[in-house]
């Protein structure tokens, strides 16, 4: 039998934006408990969005999030001998968390310059449906969309 689910505690929202999304972004992108840089980072990010775009970094943001996060996803189910990669909808918490983790991956895989540039770069990309957080999430769904004959599989 498995253990007691960990008690969720409430993300307190960003000081600029007052957003839980921005602020648990801001948690993701913190290295070695700096919150300080990751909020400079992520700001700094903000400023560039909205000079190049002339829009609410807040609204793009929100708009890269709702773009990137992923609806269905394959897990792995043993059926006689036999794994088959089962979709499955995903929880509204873990589709969050899988869209941040996606964008902040692909933001630092992103080529040379300061991490606000690559971060506000690759969310001006899943604003617009482009990028490799894009990419991974269409990935994620033409999978999904291949494997559905196993859909009874579910459990």
């Not at 957003?19 to 948690?27: A, D, I, L, T, Y």
């Not at 000079?51 to 609806?71: K, S």
């Not at 001998?81 to 589709?95: C, L, N």
């Not at 991956?105 to 894009?134: H, Q, T, V």
Request: glycine share 4%; net charge positive.
């Amino acid at each position: 039998m498995r253990r007691n689910r960990a008690a969720t505690r409430p993300t307190i929202p960003d000081p600029r934006n007052q957003s839980r999304v921005v602020s648990k972004f801001m948690s993701n992108l913190m290295r070695d408990g700096k919150k300080s840089t990751a909020e400079r980072v992520v700001y700094d990010a903000f400023d560039k969005i909205e000079e190049v775009t002339g829009r609410r970094a807040i609204d793009v943001f929100d708009a890269a999030v709702r773009n990137v996060t992923p609806v269905i996803e394959v897990k792995p189910r043993r059926v006689g001998g036999a794994t088959y990669q089962v979709p499955v909808d995903i929880r509204s918490e873990r589709r969050q968390a899988l869209a941040l983790r996606w964008l902040l991956e692909s933001s630092r895989r992103r080529g040379g310059r300061s991490m606000s540039e690559k971060l506000a770069a690759e969310l001006l990309d899943a604003a617009n449906n482009a990028g490799n957080a894009i990419r991974r999430k269409e990935e994620t769904h033409r999978m999904a969309e291949a494997n559905r004959a196993f859909v009874h599989y579910r459990w």
